[in-house]
């Protein structure tokens, strides 16, 4: 019997035979980063359903040395559910119970292994809005964007997903389950651990279950998409809009090259010169909604070249269904996209924008950036080749360079998607010694052996 066999045959044991198999498909093995191949390998994937056998697996991987990576729903940008060391790959996908749903309070208490959508979707059909907005949310999981802490568009109004957590079910190693906060919609006796989880990328914790709050849906939401003929002026419309006094739910933006990217889908006419798209949106009361995208419009107005402000449901649902589209409209340019996700203060927002594009003209390989422009996100992405090696290298290092240009501009190489195995070693130029030692001893308290998801984060 060979070493993976062995150890599959151990986990049978404490999962079932149903719930344990060699990881031996690549889907499986990669995240979303699948065009940088990374070098996956795993003896075993383990599909555990309840928290005691999360348990149980861990304290296994723990007694016997054995690395392991937990996976949600493998839409990562960072790498982090890629295992790199072997060991055990360990789903939370049948983790999906909705253990309270309680809308007179504003909260729900889920599985892990829920969808984002699913989540969502619970919460509007009782009236209420759980903010997050990632981009894959019919794929991703709740205790995945937990702990990646993810955002969305609309985070610049309503904050990313740790805003929304009060509390955590989480495994710790050796294997132990512990309740981290819950229901309390405040609570600050001792460390906030809660906290410390949210954004820890699998390298602390399992998150098994969490307790969400949620917020009334909004009555209404209006958008407006304006465009620029270049960055200066898209940029300096925005920071109008930061001055209009009224506080926007989303403020995105797309430059040349991803509006180039995705123009012909792009639900509205634009004169052939535009080079900058803000897609900013309104929500909450339908009278003052009116009125605040009214004053965002103004804002907006000053050097556009076209605005476009849909009223009715199905022409707001179009232009969002093409803004989540941009996304594989950038990739689908050479058939492969590496998309970085840097956030710089907001007034080097131009700088980074034009920086992106600089980048890929020195390398020779087509850049642009889109994203959450209010937050200072950015999605800075060149695309390539997935069959060209050569062209894969330009892109690692045009990715590089964006690190280090986000460095440079006082930002961070990570606004949401996380640091993985990706960023490890620009997380150690961003961060001042002292405070990364610290956070390695943190990790050494909580993991001693450092199995949880090794090479990651730290
Ligand atoms: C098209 C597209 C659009 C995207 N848009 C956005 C966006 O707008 N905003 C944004 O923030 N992100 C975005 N993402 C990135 C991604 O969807 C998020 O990072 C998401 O939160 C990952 O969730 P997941 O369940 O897929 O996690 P995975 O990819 O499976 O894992 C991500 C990390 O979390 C760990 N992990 C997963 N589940 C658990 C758990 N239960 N306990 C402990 N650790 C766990 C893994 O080990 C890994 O380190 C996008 C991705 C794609 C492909």
């Known amino acids: 019997m060979s070493a993976a066999e062995a150890i599959r045959a151990e986990l049978v044991g404490l999962v079932g035979l149903a719930h344990v198999a060699p990881a031996d498909d690549m889907r499986l093995l990669q995240d979303a980063t699948e065009a940088r191949r990374l070098p996956a390998r795993a003896d075993a994937w383990v599909r555990p359903g309840t928290p005691q056998e999360v348990a149980a697996v861990m304290a296994w991987c723990y007694e016997n040395e054995v690395p392991l990576t937990p996976r949600g729903g493998g839409t990562g940008l960072a790498g982090g559910a ?6 055990v790959l360990l789903s939370l996908d049948r983790l999906t119970s909705v253990f309270a749903l309680e809308p007179q309070w504003w909260r729900m208490h889920v599985g ?70 819950g ?7 001792g460390l906030d651990l809660t906290s410390l989880m949210v954004g820890s990328e699998g390298t602390l914790g399992i998150v098994t279950a969490v307790w969400l709050r949620l917020t009334p849906a909004p009555a209404a939401r209006l958008p407006v998409a304006a465009a620029y003929r270049d960055v200066a002026a898209g940029v300096a419309a925005i920071e109008s809009v930061l001055a209009s006094g009224v506080v926007p739910a989303a403020i995105e933006f797309l430059d040349a090259g991803a509006l180039a990217a ?4 792009l639900p509205l ?18 009278s003052a909604v009116e009125f605040e995208r009214g004053e965002v419009t103004e804002a907006l107005a000053a050097g556009a070249v076209a605005l476009h402000s849909p ?19 950038v990739a689908a340019q050479r058939g492969g996209k590496l998309s970085e996700d840097i956030a710089v203060p907001l007034e080097r927002l ?37 069959g060209s090696e050569v062209e894969l290298r330009v892109a690692r290092e045009g990715a590089h360079a964006v690190f280090a240009l986000a460095l440079e501009l006082g930002g961070s ?14 997380v150690s130029r961003q961060l001042d010694p002292s405070l990364l030692e610290l956070q390695r001893n943190i990790k050494r308290t909580i993991d001693p052996k450092g199995l949880l998801n090794p090479g990651k984060k730290l």
């Open 82 to 87: 890629v295992p790199l060391e072997g060991g």
């Open 112 to 181: 892990a292994g829920l969808s984002t959508a699913h989540v969502r979707r619970l919460a509007s059909e009782n009236g209420l809005l759980f903010p997050p907005d990632p981009g894959a949310m019919e794929q991703s999981q709740i205790g995945g964007n937990v702990a990646t802490n993810a955002g969305g568009p609309h985070a610049f109004k309503y904050g990313v997903t740790g805003r929304w957590v009060s509390g955590l079910e989480v495994v710790l190693p050796p294997g132990r389950v512990v309740t981290l906060g």
């Open 183 to 189: 229901p309390l919609r405040k609570d600050v006796a």
């Open 262 to 265: 995705a123009r012909d889908v």
């Open 269 to 286: 006419a634009l004169p052939r010169e535009v080079g900058f798209l803000v897609l900013a949106e309104c929500d909450g009361d339908a």
């Open 311 to 329: 009223s009715d449901r199905e022409s707001i649902a179009e232009l969002w269904r093409w803004r989540a589209g941009i996304s594989a409209a």
């Open 350 to 386: 131009r700088e980074a924008i034009e920086g992106v594009v600089e980048i890929g003209e020195r390398l020779g390989i087509p850049s642009c950036s889109f994203g959450h422009a209010g937050d200072g996100n950015l999605h800075a992405a060149f695309a390539f080749d997935p």
């Open 413 to 426: 190489v990570s606004g949401e998607h996380g640091v993985g195995s990706l960023k490890r070693d620009f």
